[in-house]
């Protein structure tokens, strides 16, 4: 097959050792590269019941056949573990232009295990992997680690391309169980806590540095579906709206559609959503479109803040899903306050929306008078002191610091908390969109919207969002694709372009192999079958499969609810469908 470089690398950071080997085209075939290899990896290498932090947890990267050529959408790298915040299978992903730099590396994947000595910085190239003292980063913040990484140990030989690094922040060191990976300053591979496994292993900086491409078995034919592909969708209305607003477009919809989750997920709108929203942010701040590598998209909001006690702070961002997360959860109405919020978790190394979520559920707690820390809704300042706290593990951010079920163990509020699997949602309220509902539930890192965002059929009108009926059909189809995309690690905003037809295309152009459409989803089928086996093994029971009791417990005042046995309705004809018995159990392989 074309397309992959057929290698993978393995180090060992305990004894400063690596191994390069061969990987078949079988493998291959069978499940790409990116999401597919390192799942089937993780099964292979992983011991069974393996403590997150302990040297045999490994940490896998990879890239996909689509990273670093021509094609649109494809700047991504995912990171793939055994997450410390859930016990569970993680995936987390990330953009911009370090992707590129890690694919010119040569690899397919690379492994690491073990733990260091002291700090450490690796720096990979096409010949294996150069180790570093990092003592002198450690303590950095993420946007001067990254910078002084590059800066200090890339391997800069002649006719390579531009070095790129990825680094864990304060959280990470610290072991904060939802500390980020980040790159490219704002951008990071966010959920889960991937970063603080790699603080586990004394790993503070990965820098890559490469002159490898990959070879596509019709480059001409490449190229040229490149650039009618763009010519086709450049255009395109929803391609022009996330140019033009990026995911802050999210906070109308959503509340238009009464699923923003408002007050630690007690409204399902906000009077208020006006003051939080992308056209005000757009209107009040200097915001521009900034995209990846390889994207006429452009999502990201690289903004300057034009006013208020944050003048001058630059920063790309926030996401609709950091808005979300500490603007309606915790009602904090200052989109400059939210944005410093974003740039305080970005330089600490800490996922916002597991840290939003955290700080509203103690507001929450403290208003109904069920803890005694002073914290308030709508109060920057008392978040801002919280998340430093979170981030050097000091008083009570040691114990949220270990997330959403320890810290409601800890106060006796199990019956607030939001969260599945120990990950909280993102913010698309299930009680208004129920298929949201089964997309939280069934995702195998925890609440993740990421693997199906089924909140775009719903809002779009393809499934009523309040019919239970042949949803998980449609679920299925999505999450299936969306598997596929992982594997050559596409960004999810080009779901509309990359139809499973246009897969097929452009997977032949770039493998020489046809696949067809029902090839492609018994392989999307098969990952999912694998990540459901990984987490079977580490203990994962159908009852883990469920949205808190809260949700089912209490309408939204704008009449949105999820009942249990509606639920349970959507689980288990997903079981049936993906092939599994009534208790989540996959029959075959």
């Not at 802050?248 to 009077?271: D, I």
Request: some cysteine; overall charge negative.
């Amino acid at each position: 097959m074309h397309g992959f470089y057929n290698r993978i690398l393995t180090i060992d950071v305990s004894t400063r050792s690596f191994t390069i080997e061969n990987i078949s085209d079988k493998l291959l075939s069978g499940c790409f590269g990116g999401k597919g290899l390192a799942t089937h990896l993780l099964l292979e290498r992983n011991p069974v019941g393996v403590e997150p932090f302990a040297p045999e947890n490994n940490v896998i990267i990879a890239t996909g056949p689509f990273c670093g050529g021509r094609l649109w959408g494809g700047s991504r790298y995912g990171v793939y573990t055994k997450s410390p915040l859930t016990g569970y299978y993680t995936e987390s992903y990330s953009g911009g232009k370090v992707p590129e730099a890690i694919d010119s590396t040569g690899f397919d994947a690379i492994v690491l295990q073990g733990k260091a000595e002291q700090p450490a910085v690796l720096s990979i190239h096409p010949d294996g992997v150069d180790f570093f003292d990092g003592a002198d980063l450690w303590g950095m913040e993420t946007f001067r680690a990254e910078e002084e990484a590059v800066k200090r140990f890339a391997s800069n030989r002649a006719g390579f391309r531009k070095a790129g690094a990825i680094v864990i922040g304060p959280a990470g060191e610290n072991l904060v169980k939802f500390a980020i990976v980040a790159n490219d300053k704002w951008r990071c591979a966010g959920r889960t806590g991937v970063g603080a496994v790699l603080g586990s292993k004394l790993v503070k900086a990965v820098v890559f540095q490469g002159d490898r491409l990959r070879e596509y078995s019709d480059p001409a034919g490449v190229a040229e579906y490149a650039k009618a592909f763009s010519k086709t969708n450049f255009e395109q209305p929803g391609v022009k709206a996330y140019r033009k607003l990026g995911t802050t477009m999210m906070v109308s919809l959503m509340n238009h559609a009464g699923a923003l989750p408002t007050k630690y997920w007690s409204q399902g709108t906000w009077e208020h959503a006006e003051r939080i929203s992308g056209e005000t942010y757009h209107q009040e701040h200097e915001v521009k479109p900034h995209a990846c590598a390889k994207c006429f998209m452009a999502c990201g909001r690289l903004t300057t803040i034009s006013k208020g006690r944050r003048q001058g702070l630059e920063l790309e961002g926030p996401e609709y899903e950091t808005i979300y997360s500490f603007g309606s959860l915790c009602l904090i109405k200052e989109m400059e306050e939210v944005a410093y919020l974003n740039d305080l978790c970005d330089r600490l190394g800490i996922d916002t929306i597991t840290t939003g979520n955290l700080c509203a559920l103690l507001m929450e707690a403290r208003e109904q008078g069920r803890i005694d820390y002073d914290i308030g809704y709508g109060n920057a300042d008392q978040v801002i002191e919280l998340i430093e706290k979170i981030g050097s593990r000091s008083e009570i951010g040691d114990v949220l610091a270990d997330g959403i079920i320890a810290v409601s163990e800890k106060f006796g509020i199990e019956d607030l908390a939001i969260h599945v699997k120990g990950l909280e949602p993102a913010g698309y309220d299930p009680r208004t969109l129920k298929g949201m509902g089964l997309a939280f539930g069934t995702a195998p890192r925890g609440a993740c919207h990421l693997r199906t965002t089924f909140y775009k059929p719903e809002l779009a009108g393809l499934i009523p969002p309040d019919q239970i009926e042949n949803k998980a059909e449609m679920l299925i189809d999505y999450e299936d694709r969306l598997n596929i995309f992982d594997t050559l690690t596409l960004c999810r905003f080009y779901r509309d372009l990359y139809t499973w037809e246009e897969l097929e295309k452009i997977l032949e152009l770039v493998t020489g192999s046809k696949s067809t459409k029902e090839e492609l989803r018994s392989i999307a089928s098969n990952i999912a079958t694998m990540t459901r086996q990984y987490n079977i093994r580490e203990g994962l029971e159908a009852k883990d499969d469920k949205l808190p009791a809260r949700l089912h417990k209490e309408a939204l005042p704008e009449g949105g609810s999820l009942s249990e046995a509606e639920m349970q309705y959507m689980l288990q004809d997903y079981y049936k469908l993906r092939g599994w018995n009534d208790m989540g159990i996959p029959l075959t392989r």
